[in-house]
């Protein structure tokens, strides 16, 4: 069994692999919600570059030190991010397919992407349940692999906190990241 998440504070497996963005170094928080993972890298010291698609979560995250919020349909319409790179990707309980090459693309060398979400199994605990946003077996690890970056931890399983669920946890890392931890 993994261990658990909260939708409320910082995912413990984010919190552990913060650390290995590089210091100094941009980071993405895709699909944001209320920002709870950007105040996080923000407290760390990072600049924090938080996008979501609701309005409301964006504004909550005005005026705080060190984050630009940013409001963009990351579904329907350009990629905001071509031509960008970020030392850090985080992403949590989001899975858009048709932008994950986008998304990956934008991780700078050296970087380090921390992804985690729903994935294949999820639907018998409630939503997520359509296929189109839940990670297939050991897919995220395969985008890390197809890239050539080194898997730096991978995990797939049932949780019970804060609900039951059935996730999926990559961090890897592009380049020359050292592990701190």
Request: net charge positive.
């Amino acid at each position: 069994m993994l261990s658990s998440f909260d939708e409320k504070r910082a995912s413990a497996w984010v919190r552990r692999f913060a650390p290995l963005i590089p210091t100094g170094g941009e980071v993405l928080d895709l699909a944001c919600g209320e920002g709870r993972h950007s105040r996080l890298l923000a407290e760390l010291g990072y600049r924090v570059e938080a996008v979501d698609k609701n309005p409301l979560a964006v504004a909550s995250l005005v005026g705080l030190a060190g984050v630009t919020p940013r409001e963009s349909d990351l579904e329907n319409g350009p990629w905001p991010y071509g031509g960008r790179s970020f030392a850090g990707i985080v992403v949590t309980n989001y899975l858009y397919r048709p932008r994950v090459d986008d998304l990956l693309a934008t991780l700078a060398d050296p970087g380090v992407l921390i992804y985690e979400t729903f994935m294949v199994g999820n639907g018998v605990y409630g939503r997520p349940s359509n296929p189109d946003f839940l990670l297939r077996p050991r897919e995220a690890i395969g985008w890390a692999q197809q890239r050539g970056w080194r898997v730096l931890a991978f995990e797939e399983g049932h949780v019970d906190c804060p609900r039951p669920a059935v996730v999926q946890r990559l961090c890897a890392a592009r380049g020359g990241i050292r592990a701190r931890l």
